[in-house]
């Protein structure tokens, strides 16, 4: 009975210990800006709004005068008339200041061929420069991170075509 108990206790703890080792792995905030980003791209790729308003912080503000609130409402917008929406970044990389994490890549998007499409792709697909998407934690969980900015200098979007 005492061999059962001791071999039982010792593989519980060294389950336990890889399932710390994993969460240590899981929750370090490089790996955490890098996971964040790629959900905010593929709930934008499956138009879920919902889930995509959760990444963004609520003091959200970028270089073309958006806030949270416009944000929301221009993306959803813009989305709809796209179909099928595949966004790819190209050679990401993650850089990191105390409590603010920095996700650069380029982006290419695709998709079903209309003329919003069209104005998209020519827009965003020719870009020299990458997009960086500022990521800040918003509190002591390690999985609490919010988008707080976007930057590309190259990109200008005319206000006529705002919605």
Do not use: C
Not at 57 to 76: H, I, K, M, V
Not at 105 to 134: C, H, Q, S, W, Y
């Amino acid at each position: 009975m005492r061999n059962w108990f001791r071999e039982g206790f010792y593989g519980g703890l060294a389950i336990a210990l890889l399932l710390g080792l994993f969460l240590v792995w899981l929750w370090r905030p490089e790996h955490q800006v890098r996971r964040h980003s790629d959900h905010l791209l593929r709930v934008m790729m499956h138009k879920d709004w919902p889930r995509f308003a959760g990444f963004i912080a609520d003091d959200y503000q970028d270089q073309w005068g958006n806030n949270r609130s416009l944000l929301l409402d221009r993306t959803r917008e813009v989305f709809r008339y796209v179909r099928s929406p595949r966004i790819t970044a190209i050679a990401p990389n993650v850089r990191l200041e105390d409590r603010t994490g920095y996700w650069r890549a380029g982006i290419l998007i695709e998709g079903d061929d209309n003329e919003v499409m069209a104005a998209i792709k020519n827009r965003i697909n020719t870009l020299g420069t990458p997009f960086e998407l500022e990521w800040r934690r918003m509190s002591a969980k390690p999985w609490d991170w919010k988008l707080v900015r976007v930057r590309n200098q190259s990109l200008e979007i005319p206000s006529g075509y705002l919605p």
